[in-house]
């Protein structure tokens, strides 16, 4: 398998398993460079490379892990190992530290203070119920000004003019954190957003945790992530980045921005969010630009599915050592999909239990047997309709806490929880096996 070390790489590991689209016919960074990354996105064939983009004198790519088999290429595993890998490298203790360096490839070119300005980021304007154009894939690259700890993160950014942001942020998010944990809490804050990065990075960066995420991207490759001090800030940046930008947040400077298509599917609402003023633009020569299909399968999976589903399946483990876990993508992360061998009825209720209680954001769990494909919605379907007794298969969790987000929540997140039990209840009526056919090739008799 390819070594990975940076976005051109990944690119290159993606073409040679077939997983690279390259979009040669040129595209609008208005919407359709997004309809086109998310109907590829749900057909779970490619990411993409856009080559020719209006808007953009940069190619921009996307998706590169919006499925399982791309994450898989991007960790260095088999499909089957993407969790095991994900418990082993978000333990602390198999984290490796960044080393830094002197040199980054983003060095190539640069623009200071008024003459970024000059430089024309391509950011699209993914949906169309979105309030403008998006910085959505870079990772926000901080650091606390008490411990010194790095962190990586996410945070939508909304163009507001040439060099000015909207720049969202939960107050539960390290960087905010960080800022109000200073004398002056409404001081100009530093920050760096890295675009184009080793995979390694991005999925760091999805991870909530009390260490710096640059570790756990070491932990997957094995390696310190090489890192260089930012120009314009006290930063340590990834030095494989393909564009970095630097400047200063403003806590107290607000202003509303979005909506944007969010991860539970709606567009979320404009938020009265600081502002971010940016002091320095550098790049790598022939530079590709990053973003992330907002509300949709890359955005889904990098916050909810990577970072949850080794969480998930050591609660539900605690119960039964051979369960399998799946949060499906088109669940938003509320829904969680639990995989067994039954040998007790009250067994998939505890399991439900266990998985709602793993993280907040989960909310409906269905508990499903061996011979059911937990990554093929068509046979959850199957299971709901063929094995689900709905007044005695079902039950709920009334005043749970979850997610602010959760459409079907409170405004503070608070809502009711679903646990089905989706087994084969032999006990009930005894049907036998599933019908099955054995796979065949195709080719061989359509060619």
Same mark, same amino acid.
Not at 58 to 63: H, K, L, N, Q, T
Not at 104 to 131: C, F, K, M, Y
């Given at each position: 398998?390819?070594?990975?070390?940076?976005?051109?790489?990944?690119?290159?590991?993606?073409?040679?398993?077939?997983?690279?689209?390259?979009?040669?016919?040129?595209?609008?960074?208005?919407?359709?460079?997004?309809?086109?990354?998310?109907?590829?996105?749900?057909?779970?064939?490619?990411?993409?490379?856009?080559?020719?983009?209006?808007?953009?004198?940069?190619?921009?790519?996307?998706?590169?892990?919006?499925?399982?088999?791309?994450?898989?290429?991007?960790?260095?595993?088999?499909?089957?190992?993407?969790?095991?890998?994900?418990?082993?490298?978000?333990?602390?203790?198999?984290?490796?530290?960044?080393?830094?360096?002197?040199?980054?490839?983003?060095?190539?070119?640069?623009?200071?203070?008024?003459?970024?300005?000059?430089?024309?980021?391509?950011?699209?304007?993914?949906?169309?119920?979105?309030?403008?154009?998006?910085?959505?894939?870079?990772?926000?690259?901080?650091?606390?000004?008490?411990?010194?700890?790095?962190?990586?993160?996410?945070?939508?950014?909304?163009?507001?003019?040439?060099?000015?942001?909207?720049?969202?942020?939960?107050?539960?998010?390290?960087?905010?954190?960080?800022?109000?944990?200073?004398?002056?809490?409404?001081?100009?804050?530093?920050?760096?957003?890295?675009?184009?990065?080793?995979?390694?990075?991005?999925?760091?960066?999805?991870?909530?945790?009390?260490?710096?995420? $640059?570790?756990? !991207?070491?932990?997957?490759?094995?390696?310190? *992530?090489?890192?260089?001090?930012?120009?314009?800030? #006290? +930063? =340590? @940046?990834?030095?494989s980045a393909e564009i970095v930008v630097e400047g200063l947040l403003h806590p107290a400077d607000r202003e509303s921005e979005g909506p944007l298509a969010e991860?539970?599917?709606?567009?979320?609402?404009?938020?009265?969010?600081?502002?971010?003023?940016?002091?320095?633009?550098?790049?790598?020569?022939?530079?590709?630009?990053?973003?992330?299909?907002?509300?949709?399968?890359?955005?889904?999976?990098?916050?909810?599915?990577?970072?949850?589903?080794?969480?998930?399946?050591?609660?539900?483990?605690?119960?039964?050592?051979?369960?399998?876990?799946?949060?499906?993508?088109?669940?938003?992360?509320?829904?969680?999909?639990?995989?067994?061998?039954?040998?007790?009825?009250?067994?998939?209720?505890? $399991?439900?239990? !266990?998985?709602?209680?793993?993280?907040?954001? *989960?909310?409906?769990?269905?508990?499903?047997?061996? #011979? +059911? =494909? @937990?990554?093929?919605?068509?046979?959850?379907?199957?299971?709901?309709?063929?094995?689900?007794?709905?007044?005695?298969?079902?039950?709920?969790?009334?005043?749970?806490?979850?997610?602010?987000?959760?459409?079907?929540?409170?405004?503070?997140?608070?809502?009711?929880?679903?646990?089905?039990?989706?087994?084969?209840?032999?006990?009930?009526?005894?049907?036998?096996?599933?019908?099955?056919?054995?796979?065949?090739?195709?080719?061989?008799?359509?060619?």
């Amino acid at each position: 398998m390819a070594e990975i070390a940076d976005l051109r790489s990944f690119i290159d590991a993606l073409e040679a398993e077939g997983q690279l689209a390259r979009i040669v016919r040129r595209v609008s960074i208005e919407h359709e460079l997004a309809d086109v990354g998310a109907a590829l996105a749900r057909s779970g064939t490619h990411a993409a490379l856009f080559e020719s983009v209006d808007g953009s004198q940069w190619p921009i790519f996307c998706g590169g892990l919006a499925s399982h088999r791309r994450t898989a290429i991007a960790l260095g595993c088999g499909v089957e190992e993407i969790i095991d890998v994900m418990e082993h490298v978000l333990d602390p203790q198999n984290g490796v530290a960044p080393v830094r360096v002197e040199q980054a490839a983003w060095h190539a070119n640069q623009a200071l203070g008024d003459d970024t300005a000059s430089v024309e980021l391509p950011i699209p304007t993914h949906s169309r119920g979105d309030g403008g154009a998006f910085i959505t894939g870079a990772v926000t690259v901080a650091k606390d000004p008490v411990s010194g700890r790095g962190n990586l993160g996410y945070n939508r950014m909304l163009k507001m003019g040439p060099t000015r942001f909207g720049f969202n942020v939960n107050e539960w998010r390290d960087v905010g954190t960080f800022w109000k944990s200073r004398d002056d809490p409404d001081a100009p804050f530093p920050i760096a957003l890295a675009i184009g990065l080793d995979p390694a990075v991005m999925i760091a960066a999805g991870v909530k945790t009390p260490v710096d995420e $640059l570790f756990i !991207a070491g932990a997957i490759r094995g390696r310190g *992530i090489e890192v260089c001090r930012g120009t314009t800030v #006290d +930063i =340590d @940046i990834p030095a494989s980045a393909e564009i970095v930008v630097e400047g200063l947040l403003h806590p107290a400077d607000r202003e509303s921005e979005g909506p944007l298509a969010e991860f539970h599917g709606y567009h979320g609402e404009a938020w009265n969010s600081p502002t971010f003023e940016v002091t320095s633009i550098s790049w790598r020569d022939d530079p590709i630009y990053q973003t992330i299909i907002p509300g949709w399968y890359e955005h889904v999976y990098l916050g909810n599915i990577l970072p949850r589903e080794p969480l998930l399946r050591r609660f539900v483990r605690h119960l039964d050592p051979t369960a399998d876990v799946h949060i499906p993508p088109y669940g938003n992360g509320f829904l969680a999909v639990v995989q067994i061998d039954r040998d007790n009825p009250g067994g998939p209720k505890n $399991l439900a239990m !266990a998985a709602m209680a793993a993280h907040i954001n *989960i909310r409906n769990v269905i508990v499903v047997d061996r #011979d +059911i =494909d @937990i990554h093929e919605p068509t046979e959850l379907l199957w299971a709901l309709t063929n094995r689900v007794h709905w007044d005695d298969d079902v039950f709920t969790a009334p005043g749970a806490q979850g997610h602010e987000m959760d459409p079907v929540a409170d405004m503070r997140g608070v809502g009711t929880k679903v646990g089905i039990d989706a087994t084969y209840k032999r006990e009930r009526r005894d049907y036998g096996e599933r019908v099955a056919y054995a796979p065949v090739d195709l080719t061989k008799y359509t060619a």
